[in-house]
Protein backbone atom coordinates (compact mmCIF):
# COMPACT_ATOMS: atom_id res chain seq x y z
CA UNK A 1 0.00 0.00 0.00
CA UNK A 2 1.29 3.68 -0.97
CA UNK A 3 0.90 5.99 2.10
CA UNK A 4 0.75 9.16 2.07
CA UNK A 5 3.74 11.71 3.28
CA UNK A 6 3.80 11.17 7.36
CA UNK A 7 5.11 15.07 7.66
CA UNK A 8 2.33 17.47 8.90
CA UNK A 9 1.06 15.30 11.82
CA UNK A 10 0.22 15.88 14.94
CA UNK A 11 -0.71 13.70 18.00
CA UNK A 12 -2.11 15.58 20.95
CA UNK A 13 -2.83 13.66 24.21
CA UNK A 14 -5.85 14.82 26.25
CA UNK A 15 -4.67 14.81 29.63
CA UNK A 16 -5.11 15.55 33.48
CA UNK A 17 -2.90 16.47 36.42
CA UNK A 18 -2.16 13.44 38.20
CA UNK A 19 -3.81 14.49 41.50
CA UNK A 20 -5.92 11.96 44.18
CA UNK A 21 -9.68 12.47 43.40
CA UNK A 22 -9.39 14.17 39.90
CA UNK A 23 -8.34 11.02 37.26
CA UNK A 24 -10.33 7.42 36.86
CA UNK A 25 -12.50 8.33 39.47
CA UNK A 26 -14.68 5.85 38.50
CA UNK A 27 -11.84 3.21 39.37
CA UNK A 28 -11.92 5.21 43.47
CA UNK A 29 -15.11 2.44 44.07
CA UNK A 30 -12.24 -0.35 43.83
CA UNK A 31 -8.89 1.40 44.56
CA UNK A 32 -7.96 4.44 46.93
CA UNK A 33 -7.47 7.47 45.21
CA UNK A 34 -3.99 7.17 45.50
CA UNK A 35 -3.71 3.67 43.52
CA UNK A 36 -5.70 5.17 41.39
CA UNK A 37 -3.58 8.38 41.21
CA UNK A 38 -0.45 5.89 40.40
CA UNK A 39 -2.00 4.04 37.91
CA UNK A 40 -3.01 6.97 35.65
CA UNK A 41 1.03 8.11 36.10
CA UNK A 42 1.55 4.74 34.47
CA UNK A 43 -0.91 4.79 31.12
CA UNK A 44 0.31 8.62 31.06
CA UNK A 45 3.83 7.78 30.74
CA UNK A 46 3.66 4.71 28.70
CA UNK A 47 1.25 6.72 26.55
CA UNK A 48 3.24 9.48 25.78
CA UNK A 49 6.29 6.75 24.74
CA UNK A 50 3.51 5.04 22.64
CA UNK A 51 2.97 8.32 20.77
CA UNK A 52 7.26 9.42 20.28
CA UNK A 53 7.17 6.39 18.92
CA UNK A 54 5.08 7.21 15.83
CA UNK A 55 7.52 8.51 12.59
CA UNK A 56 7.28 12.03 12.07
CA UNK A 57 4.52 13.25 14.46
CA UNK A 58 4.45 16.06 16.49
CA UNK A 59 3.23 15.29 20.32
CA UNK A 60 1.82 17.62 22.76
CA UNK A 61 -0.29 17.47 25.55
CA UNK A 62 -3.40 19.23 25.99
CA UNK A 63 -4.80 20.29 29.43
CA UNK A 64 -5.98 22.55 31.96
CA UNK A 65 -4.07 25.75 32.35
CA UNK A 66 -4.13 25.14 36.03
CA UNK A 67 -2.10 21.33 35.44
CA UNK A 68 0.41 22.83 32.58
CA UNK A 69 3.27 22.99 35.17
CA UNK A 70 2.71 19.63 37.02
CA UNK A 71 2.18 17.84 33.49
CA UNK A 72 5.33 19.84 32.28
CA UNK A 73 7.64 18.17 35.06
CA UNK A 74 5.89 14.56 34.57
CA UNK A 75 6.96 15.00 30.66
CA UNK A 76 10.18 16.58 31.78
CA UNK A 77 12.66 14.50 29.49
CA UNK A 78 10.67 14.27 26.36
CA UNK A 79 10.33 18.26 26.89
CA UNK A 80 14.24 18.60 27.24
CA UNK A 81 14.43 16.67 23.59
CA UNK A 82 11.57 18.55 22.28
CA UNK A 83 9.69 15.29 21.99
CA UNK A 84 6.62 17.24 23.56
CA UNK A 85 4.77 20.52 24.03
CA UNK A 86 2.19 20.76 26.64
CA UNK A 87 -0.70 23.44 25.94
CA UNK A 88 -3.00 25.20 28.25
CA UNK A 89 -6.36 25.06 26.36
CA UNK A 90 -8.99 27.62 27.02
CA UNK A 91 -12.14 26.98 28.77
CA UNK A 92 -13.08 24.19 31.11
CA UNK A 93 -14.06 20.68 30.19
CA UNK A 94 -13.21 17.96 27.97
CA UNK A 95 -15.13 19.36 24.79
CA UNK A 96 -13.45 22.90 25.39
CA UNK A 97 -9.95 21.19 25.31
CA UNK A 98 -10.88 19.37 21.91
CA UNK A 99 -11.98 22.52 20.21
CA UNK A 100 -8.36 24.04 21.79
CA UNK A 101 -6.58 21.30 20.06
CA UNK A 102 -7.98 21.82 16.57
CA UNK A 103 -8.02 25.71 17.18
CA UNK A 104 -4.52 25.65 18.19
CA UNK A 105 -2.96 23.42 16.26
CA UNK A 106 -4.61 24.16 12.84
CA UNK A 107 -4.14 27.79 13.04
CA UNK A 108 -2.41 29.26 9.50
CA UNK A 109 -2.31 26.01 7.83
CA UNK A 110 -3.65 22.43 7.35
CA UNK A 111 -2.46 19.41 9.27
CA UNK A 112 -3.85 16.07 10.00
CA UNK A 113 -4.41 16.43 13.87
CA UNK A 114 -5.82 13.49 15.87
CA UNK A 115 -6.90 14.27 19.76
CA UNK A 116 -5.92 11.03 22.07
CA UNK A 117 -7.16 10.15 25.34
CA UNK A 118 -4.44 9.71 27.89
CA UNK A 119 -4.94 6.11 28.98
CA UNK A 120 -4.81 3.60 25.80
CA UNK A 121 -0.99 2.99 25.90
CA UNK A 122 -2.15 -0.76 24.78
CA UNK A 123 -3.38 0.52 21.61
CA UNK A 124 -1.07 -0.98 18.53
CA UNK A 125 0.98 1.67 16.81
CA UNK A 126 -0.62 0.11 13.66
CA UNK A 127 -4.10 1.51 14.81
CA UNK A 128 -2.71 5.51 15.29
CA UNK A 129 -0.48 5.17 12.16
CA UNK A 130 -3.70 4.02 10.05
CA UNK A 131 -5.91 6.63 11.36
CA UNK A 132 -3.61 9.41 10.35
CA UNK A 133 -3.79 7.46 6.86
CA UNK A 134 -7.51 7.58 6.97
CA UNK A 135 -7.73 11.18 7.85
CA UNK A 136 -5.45 12.26 4.71
CA UNK A 137 -9.20 11.24 3.35
CA UNK A 138 -11.83 12.19 5.61
CA UNK A 139 -12.30 15.70 7.32
CA UNK A 140 -12.97 13.83 10.15
CA UNK A 141 -11.24 10.18 11.88
CA UNK A 142 -12.98 8.62 15.12
CA UNK A 143 -11.66 5.95 16.92
CA UNK A 144 -15.08 4.39 18.64
CA UNK A 145 -14.72 2.49 22.10
CA UNK A 146 -17.16 -0.85 22.51
CA UNK A 147 -18.82 2.02 25.44
CA UNK A 148 -20.16 4.16 23.07
CA UNK A 149 -17.15 7.08 23.16
CA UNK A 150 -14.34 7.47 21.46
CA UNK A 151 -10.62 7.35 22.39
CA UNK A 152 -9.61 9.37 19.54
CA UNK A 153 -10.95 12.24 17.13
CA UNK A 154 -9.13 14.09 14.15
CA UNK A 155 -9.09 16.82 12.05
CA UNK A 156 -7.56 18.69 9.33
CA UNK A 157 -9.22 22.23 10.37
CA UNK A 158 -10.70 23.55 13.64
CA UNK A 159 -14.79 23.09 13.57
CA UNK A 160 -15.88 24.62 16.66
CA UNK A 161 -19.31 23.51 16.19
CA UNK A 162 -18.12 19.59 16.12
CA UNK A 163 -17.82 19.42 20.12
CA UNK A 164 -20.59 21.81 21.22
CA UNK A 165 -23.57 20.84 23.42
CA UNK A 166 -23.68 17.58 25.75
CA UNK A 167 -23.13 14.26 26.38
CA UNK A 168 -18.77 14.23 26.48
CA UNK A 169 -18.27 11.15 28.49
CA UNK A 170 -21.40 9.30 28.31
CA UNK A 171 -22.85 6.40 26.39
CA UNK A 172 -23.71 8.82 23.56
CA UNK A 173 -20.63 10.60 23.16
CA UNK A 174 -19.56 9.08 19.70
CA UNK A 175 -23.47 9.71 18.07
CA UNK A 176 -24.22 12.99 19.47
CA UNK A 177 -19.98 13.63 17.59
CA UNK A 178 -21.44 11.91 14.30
CA UNK A 179 -24.62 13.84 14.46
CA UNK A 180 -23.10 17.28 14.28
CA UNK A 181 -20.52 16.03 12.16
CA UNK A 182 -23.39 14.99 9.68
CA UNK A 183 -24.93 18.51 10.27
CA UNK A 184 -21.08 20.40 9.22
CA UNK A 185 -21.19 18.06 6.18
CA UNK A 186 -18.48 16.45 7.16
CA UNK A 187 -17.05 13.32 5.98
CA UNK A 188 -16.05 10.96 8.22
CA UNK A 189 -13.93 7.89 8.74
CA UNK A 190 -13.54 5.25 11.22
CA UNK A 191 -10.17 3.97 13.74
CA UNK A 192 -9.89 0.16 14.99
CA UNK A 193 -13.33 0.35 18.03
CA UNK A 194 -11.04 -0.15 21.16
CA UNK A 195 -11.76 -0.15 25.14
CA UNK A 196 -10.49 2.41 27.11
CA UNK A 197 -10.17 1.90 31.37
CA UNK A 198 -12.86 2.94 33.41
CA UNK A 199 -13.39 0.17 35.61
CA UNK A 200 -11.99 -3.09 37.90
CA UNK A 201 -13.42 -5.29 34.88
CA UNK A 202 -10.69 -3.23 32.06
CA UNK A 203 -7.69 -3.75 34.34
CA UNK A 204 -8.05 -7.31 34.48
CA UNK A 205 -8.91 -7.54 30.42
CA UNK A 206 -5.56 -4.90 30.15
CA UNK A 207 -3.91 -6.81 32.63
CA UNK A 208 -4.00 -9.99 30.74
CA UNK A 209 -2.85 -8.79 27.95
CA UNK A 210 0.39 -7.17 28.91
CA UNK A 211 1.22 -10.37 30.82
CA UNK A 212 1.61 -11.37 27.60
CA UNK A 213 3.53 -8.56 25.68
CA UNK A 214 4.38 -6.42 28.67
CA UNK A 215 6.67 -4.04 26.30
CA UNK A 216 3.38 -2.38 24.61
CA UNK A 217 2.82 -0.71 28.08
CA UNK A 218 5.91 -1.37 30.65
CA UNK A 219 5.40 1.17 33.90
CA UNK A 220 1.52 0.00 33.39
CA UNK A 221 2.42 -3.94 32.63
CA UNK A 222 4.56 -3.43 36.05
CA UNK A 223 1.40 -1.62 38.15
CA UNK A 224 -1.17 -4.35 36.73
CA UNK A 225 1.29 -7.25 37.84
CA UNK A 226 1.46 -5.62 41.32
CA UNK A 227 -2.18 -5.15 41.55
CA UNK A 228 -3.07 -9.07 40.65
CA UNK A 229 -0.47 -10.14 43.29
CA UNK A 230 -2.34 -8.07 45.98
CA UNK A 231 -5.41 -9.74 44.56
CA UNK A 232 -3.83 -12.73 45.32
CA UNK A 233 -3.30 -11.91 48.49
CA UNK A 234 -6.01 -10.44 49.70
CA UNK A 235 -8.12 -13.68 48.60
CA UNK A 236 -6.02 -15.84 50.80
CA UNK A 237 -6.24 -13.80 53.42
CA UNK A 238 -2.44 -12.36 53.62
CA UNK A 239 -2.81 -9.10 51.95
CA UNK A 240 -4.62 -6.17 51.19
CA UNK A 241 -5.59 -3.45 48.46
Known amino acids: MV ?17 PGAVKTRLTTSFSAEAV ?24 IMCPDSDVNELAQLAGAQLANNEASVVAQKGEGLAAGLTSVFAHFA ?5 R ?12 R ?3 EDAF ?8 VVGPTHDGGYYLV ?38 DTFYDIDVESDLARLAAELRVAPDRAPRTAVWLKQWE ?6 RTGTGNL
Request: net charge neutral; glycine share 8%.
Open 229 to 234: QAVAQL
Open 107 to 111: EGHPR
Open 113 to 124: IIAFNSDSPHLP
Open 154 to 191: GAKAAHPALFDGDGMGTKSALDALLARARGLQLSVGFA
Open 37 to 60: TGFYCCLLEDTLALARSLGEVEVA
Open 133 to 140: ETLAASDV
Open 3 to 19: RSSSSGRVLVIMAKAPR
Open 126 to 128: SVL
